[in-house]
């Protein structure tokens, strides 16, 4: 037994040493593997840690004293110490007492635990589970610094001018380009030739040239043959005068992908600043150009930004394509390197050539470099020398080291803070003065990790005489304004440890229990809310969720009991240690209950407790409403009175009871009445020829006259009988018919398609399906206005009187259009289309003007659909033929698709009022200019 807590002790003391005196990671390693593997150890050790907490002073000088004779000559430098840091590395990811599984794929296996803690930011963890952790972000950062590619620069900035000089040969000629031809000697002609639509170039008294899709230089052959048989004797030049614009694609990993317009002289590196260069996974190196569909180029920016070779930067000619596939192989380089980036490699390429590519390391680097790569989940560090010839995988990262020796001016850092390193300072140098340097240089945020205690500091310093350790400590914010009476000044050599609040405070939590999935400890957060604690816990389908318990601790250790809804979990927050227990519903009979409703936030049952007033009751339905009337509420009481339960209504004065906090019972019900006549403001929008278009307040009773008048009334140019009226339960109600009518649509397909085709009929169930299907989609596109047909009057003192002046609702609109001049005709006509309104023209002429009708019209289904919304069918009578409607200006004539040439249909009926539909919403569309 005694063996045992010599080996407790001594691993308390590790733990000790490892955040105070900076104890090594490969002891502390060895530390966490032991615990894992011995759970009697661990037990122990959380009893044997709560007494060295209550007893700690006497027991730290004897920790003190045996560690300091076993480590005390261990330099812990991370410049010095190879080994442990890449130790460290190894095992950045033993974090508590479980190492990840993972399946044959390489991906972590997930437990409900270790899911849940990587996946929630609530996962509450004690102290000593963060002993790795730390150590973990800390690597973590080193290893993640921000790097940008190599030659991602290259496309910032660009003048955009594109110059026509110097047009290469293969050039081939298009309509549009232009050539200069000189003629010097006995005869001289100067001037420059467009090509034109034919292809040729007129030259005079040579005669057309055809010249159209020839490269520049055979052209120039040809021209220049012509010109020397006629120009005998003379010096002929003739070149590119200028070039027609061309377009070429960019597509593929570009940050603007799309069609680019350019010239004869441009190349890939010009088409690919057009489209703001290649973005973050794109090639760099492996750029494609595809001509007629084959690859004739491929450009290698590195070799243009490293040695100024441009071969695949080659001309483009109109209709190429410029693909950027993804990069394949994309490496980082770190550390003491002239150039640290994200470089791209080749498949061939390896450590060499990365490091001749980047312009290799600075005179005072390691000669080898750390490798760092991921495979298969599994994290691994090894060393290679900078000139080996070794391939590297996608996604590794290389850090270039730097040779440093222990002068007599460094310190280390520790603890929560980003740079776990050594760093030098000045003869003068304070904990304050060092931190304030780093953060001027640095920021805040790239300095110290989150939840760093501010308020404290520890420097460890060894006497150089007696070669003892001491302790000094301070505050560090105050140390970092200038107090010079909590600050340290520093020494060659000391160590300074910086600790995370959770090593210094206790860790804020809260706790939920009951009917929930995952009941315990939760990290709590400043501003989290019951619905937070609700989600990360998660309900069950037993969970009562309409009488959540929240019990909260007050500042004089009192307990505050609150029950809250689902509902309104999203607006409680809750305070560091509340208890949230969620029951179960089929113990809700057990509660007692009492009810508020009316004018406050949150009206419902909440669970009644003893000594329960009338103030309590409205905090917990969230306080008042605005419009809640101040003055009186009622109050309904319940009594037993001869095995019969009464109740008794009370109108209590609501200052009184406010001011007295009116006791209440349970299973009370209290009604807070509504000030009234308090409603939200109904409104009615008016649009078009009105004098001021806009949103209206209504009054109660304020009929449509009125609110067209105190929107300055009508325009000179107000089309009143077109004028549109919507209403918002008018269009519920159409769209459910219209919805239902659908519905029975969609019956009938299903049943017809079912059918065989009967013989002797003139159109098969296939061609029949088509149409209504066609008839369906249109339908499915249409939405009903939700019209109230009104007659409109210019004269709105005639207009006030008469009654289509309706009673305004709220959400009416009123569409007004501009005065029309036309008739439209839609449906089986040959051209659906709007004519110019002509007075005491027929219907039938208005049809003819459209094509006349198709053979599929219905000639006895026609109807008019005024502009003012009523519609009127035309009327066949017996010997007399067609009724003739009258055709008013604004009015839409629908033709519709005759049905019954169909036999067996039975459903005809339907179809037409479909399409009766969806003709009336067009109309009314039309006739507002929406159509």
Same mark, same amino acid.
């Given at each position: 037994?005694?063996?045992?807590?010599?080996?407790?002790?001594?691993?308390?003391?590790l733990?000790g040493?490892?955040?105070?005196?900076?104890?090594?990671?490969a002891?502390?390693?060895?530390l966490?593997t032991?615990?894992?593997?011995?759970?009697?150890?661990?037990d122990k050790?959380?009893?044997?840690?709560?007494?060295?907490?209550?007893?700690?002073?006497?027991k730290?000088?004897?920790?003190?004293k045996?560690l300091?004779?076993?480590?005390?000559?261990?330099?812990?430098t991370?410049?010095?110490?190879?080994n442990?840091?890449?130790?460290?590395?190894?095992n950045a990811?033993?974090?508590?007492?479980?190492?990840?599984?993972?399946?044959?794929?390489g991906k972590?296996?997930?437990?409900?635990d270790n899911?849940?803690?990587?996946?929630?930011?609530?996962?509450?963890?004690?102290?000593?589970?963060?002993?790795?952790?730390?150590?973990?972000?800390?690597?973590?950062?080193?290893?993640?610094?921000?790097?940008?590619?190599?030659?991602?620069?290259f496309?910032?900035?660009?003048?955009?001018?594109?110059?026509t000089?110097?047009?290469?040969?293969?050039?081939?000629?298009?309509?549009g380009?232009?050539?200069k031809?000189?003629?010097?000697?006995?005869?001289?002609?100067?001037g420059?030739?467009?090509?034109n639509?034919?292809?040729?170039?007129?030259?005079?008294?040579?005669?057309?040239i055809?010249v159209r899709?020839l490269?520049?230089?055979?052209a120039?052959?040809?021209i220049?043959?012509k010109?020397?048989?006629?120009?005998?004797n003379t010096?002929i030049?003739?070149?590119?005068g200028?070039t027609?614009?061309?377009?070429?694609?960019?597509?593929g990993?570009?940050?603007?992908p799309?069609?680019?317009t350019?010239?004869?002289?441009?190349?890939v590196?010009d088409?690919?600043?057009?489209?703001?260069?290649?973005s973050d996974i794109?090639?760099?190196?492996?750029?494609?150009?595809k001509r007629n569909g084959?690859?004739?180029?491929?450009?290698d920016l590195?070799?243009?930004?490293k040695?100024?070779?441009?071969?695949?930067?080659?001309?483009l000619?109109?209709?190429?394509?410029?693909?950027v596939p993804?990069?394949?192989k994309t490496?980082?380089l770190?550390?003491?390197v002239?150039a640290?980036?994200?470089?791209?490699?080749?498949?061939?390429?390896?450590?060499?050539?990365?490091?001749?590519?980047?312009?290799?390391s600075n005179?005072?680097?390691t000669?080898?470099?750390?490798i760092?790569?991921?495979?298969?989940?599994?994290?691994?560090?090894?060393?290679?020398k900078q000139?080996?010839?070794?391939?590297l995988h996608?996604?590794?990262?290389i850090?270039?080291?730097?040779i440093?020796?222990?002068?007599d001016?460094?310190?280390?850092?520790?603890g929560?803070?980003?740079?776990?390193?050594?760093?030098?300072?000045?003869?003068?140098?304070?904990?304050?003065?060092?931190f304030?340097?780093?953060?001027?240089?640095?920021?805040t945020e790239?300095?110290f990790?989150?939840?760093?205690?501010?308020?404290?500091?520890v420097?460890?310093r060894?006497?150089?005489?007696?070669l003892?350790?001491?302790i000094?400590?301070?505050?560090?914010?105050?140390?970092?304004?200038?107090d010079?009476?909590?600050?340290?000044?520093?020494q060659?050599?000391?160590k300074?440890?910086?600790?995370?609040?959770?090593?210094?405070?206790?860790?804020?939590y809260?706790t939920?229990n009951?009917?929930?999935?995952?009941?315990g400890?939760?990290?709590?957060f400043?501003?989290?809310k019951?619905?937070?604690?609700?989600m990360?816990a998660?309900?069950?389908?037993?969970?009562?969720?309409?009488k959540?318990?929240v019990?909260s601790l007050?500042s004089?250790?009192s307990?505050?009991?609150?029950?809250?809804?689902?509902?309104?979990?999203?607006n409680?927050?809750?305070?560091p240690?509340?208890?949230?227990?969620?029951?179960n519903?089929?113990?809700?009979?057990?509660?007692e209950?009492?009810?508020?409703?009316?004018?406050?936030?949150?009206? %419902?049952? /909440?669970?009644?407790?003893? !000594?329960?007033?009338?103030?309590?009751? +409205?905090?917990l $339905? *969230? &306080? @008042?409403?605005?419009?809640?009337?101040?003055?009186?509420?009622e109050?309904v009481s319940?009594?037993?009175?001869?095995?019969v339960?009464?109740?008794?209504?009370?109108?209590?004065?609501f200052?009184?009871?406010?001011?007295?906090n009116l006791?209440?019972?349970?299973?009370?019900e209290?009604?807070?009445?509504q000030?009234s006549?308090?409603?939200?403001?109904?409104?009615?929008t008016?649009?078009?020829?009105v004098?001021y278009p %806009?949103? /209206?307040t209504?009054?109660? !009773?304020?009929k449509l006259?009125?609110? +067209?008048k105190? $929107? *300055? &009334? @009508?325009?000179?140019?107000?089309?009143?009988?077109?004028?549109?009226f919507t209403r918002?339960?008018i269009?519920?109600?159409?769209?459910?018919?219209?919805?239902?009518?659908?519905?029975?649509?969609?019956?009938s397909?299903?049943?017809?398609?079912?059918?065989?085709?009967?013989?002797?009929?003139?159109?098969?169930s296939?061609?029949m399906?088509?149409i209504?299907?066609?008839?369906?989609?249109?339908a499915?596109?249409?939405?009903?206005?939700g019209?109230?047909?009104?007659k409109l009057?210019?004269?709105?003192?005639?207009f006030?009187?008469?009654?289509y002046n309706?009673?305004l609702?709220?959400?009416?609109t009123?569409?007004?259009?501009e005065?029309?001049q036309?008739?439209?005709?839609?449906?089986?006509?040959?051209?659906?289309?709007?004519?110019?309104?002509?007075?005491?023209?027929?219907?039938?002429?208005?049809i003819?003007?459209?094509?006349?009708?198709?053979?599929?019209?219905?000639?006895?289904g026609?109807?008019?659909?005024?502009?003012?919304?009523?519609?009127?069918?035309?009327?066949?009578r017996?010997?007399?033929?067609?009724s003739?409607?009258?055709i008013?200006?604004?009015?839409?004539?629908?033709?519709?698709f005759?049905?019954n040439?169909?036999s067996g249909?039975?459903?005809?009926?339907?179809?037409?009022?479909?399409?009766?539909?969806i003709?009336?919403?067009a109309?009314a569309?039309?006739?507002?200019g929406?159509?």
């Open positions: 037994m005694k063996k045992i807590f010599t080996r407790l002790a001594f691993m308390i003391g733990f040493a490892y955040y105070l005196f900076g104890a090594t990671t002891e502390t390693t060895a966490i032991q615990l894992k593997n011995d759970k009697s150890l661990q050790l959380k009893t044997e840690m709560q007494k060295t907490t209550a007893n700690s002073n006497s730290d000088k004897t920790l003190d045996n300091n004779t076993t480590k005390e000559d261990m330099k812990l991370l410049v010095n110490d190879n442990n840091s890449k130790q460290s590395d190894l990811t033993d974090v508590n007492s479980s190492k990840p599984k993972f399946d044959e794929n972590e296996i997930y437990t409900l899911y849940y803690k990587n996946f929630t930011p609530f996962f509450y963890e004690d102290q000593i589970s963060l002993v790795g952790e730390i150590e973990k972000r800390q690597v973590s950062n080193k290893e993640n610094t921000i790097l940008e590619r190599f030659g991602a620069k496309f910032n900035n660009t003048s955009g001018d594109l110059m000089t110097g047009v290469p040969d293969d050039y081939i000629l298009s309509t380009d232009s050539l031809i000189a003629v010097y000697g006995l005869s001289e002609y100067e420059e030739l467009e090509i639509k034919d292809g040729k170039v007129i030259i005079p008294q040579v005669g057309a055809t899709g490269k520049y230089k055979v120039r052959s040809v220049y043959n010109l020397k048989a006629t120009y005998p010096t030049n003739v070149t590119i200028t027609s614009p061309f377009s070429v694609s960019v597509v990993e570009v940050k603007k799309g069609l680019y350019l010239n004869a002289l441009s190349k590196k088409a690919l600043f057009l489209a703001n260069g290649i794109g090639t760099l190196r492996n750029i494609e150009i084959k690859v004739v180029a491929v450009f590195y070799e243009l930004l040695g100024g070779k441009d071969n695949g930067d080659v001309y000619y109109p209709g190429d394509v410029v693909f993804a990069a394949k490496v980082y770190d550390g003491n002239k640290p980036a994200i470089y791209e490699l080749q498949n061939n390429e390896t450590l060499k050539d990365l490091m001749e590519i980047s312009g290799g005179s005072d680097s000669t080898t470099v750390k760092f790569r991921s495979e298969n989940g599994v994290r691994t560090l090894f060393e290679a000139n080996e010839k070794i391939a996608d996604g590794d990262k850090v270039v080291g730097k440093s020796d222990v002068t001016n460094q310190v280390v850092l520790y929560n803070i980003y740079k776990n390193d050594s760093i030098s300072i000045s003869k003068n140098d304070t904990v304050g003065s060092l304030k340097r780093l953060i001027s240089f640095y920021g790239k300095v990790m989150s939840n760093t205690d501010m308020n404290y500091f420097v460890k060894v006497d150089k005489d007696t003892e350790p001491k000094l400590s301070g505050d560090l914010l105050s140390a970092i304004n200038g010079k009476a909590s600050d340290v000044k520093l060659s050599e000391d300074i440890f910086i600790f995370n609040q959770s090593m210094t405070q206790d860790i804020k809260i939920v009951g009917e929930v999935l995952r009941g400890k939760f990290k709590y400043n501003g989290m019951l619905i937070d604690a609700l990360v998660g309900t069950k389908k037993e969970s009562d969720l309409n959540i318990k019990m007050k004089d250790h307990y505050d009991i609150r029950y809250y809804d689902f509902k309104s979990a999203n409680v927050e809750l305070n240690y509340d208890d949230i227990n969620v029951t519903f089929n113990n809700s009979e057990a509660f209950q009492i009810t508020i409703k009316g004018s406050v936030l949150n009206e %419902g049952t /909440y669970i009644y407790s003893k !000594g329960l007033t009338i103030n309590d009751l +409205i905090n $339905a *969230g &306080g @008042l409403r605005q419009n809640a009337n101040r003055e009186h509420f109050l319940y009594s037993i009175e001869n095995g339960r009464k109740h008794n209504i009370q109108i209590v004065s200052a009184d009871a406010t001011k007295n006791p209440l019972k349970a299973f009370d209290v009604m807070i009445r000030i006549q308090w409603d939200e403001a109904k409104t009615i008016l649009k078009g020829e004098a %806009g949103i /209206y209504i009054m109660p !009773g304020e006259s009125s609110v +067209i105190r $929107a *300055g &009334g @009508l325009t000179p140019t107000a089309f009143v009988q077109g004028a549109v918002v339960d269009q519920k109600l159409q769209q459910d018919a219209f919805k239902k009518q659908l519905d029975d649509l969609e019956s397909m299903l049943y017809l398609s079912s059918q065989p085709d009967e013989a002797g009929k003139t159109g098969g296939a061609e399906l088509q209504l299907d066609s008839i369906r989609k249109r499915a596109e249409t939405t009903m206005l019209r109230l047909s009104i009057s210019a004269n709105l003192d005639a006030e009187k008469s009654e309706v009673v609702k709220a959400g009416d009123l569409v007004i259009p005065m029309e036309s008739v439209a005709i839609m449906g089986e006509v040959m051209n659906t289309t709007a004519v110019t309104y002509i007075e005491n023209n027929t219907l039938w002429d208005y003819d003007q459209a094509g006349g009708m198709k053979e599929s019209a219905d000639d006895e026609i109807f008019v659909v005024r502009a003012n919304g009523e519609s009127q069918r035309i009327k066949k017996f010997l007399l033929g067609y003739n409607p009258e008013r200006t604004g009015d839409t004539i629908i033709v519709p005759k049905m040439r169909f249909l039975k459903f005809a009926k339907d179809i037409t009022g479909i399409i009766y539909q003709a009336v919403s109309a569309l039309k006739t507002v929406a159509l």
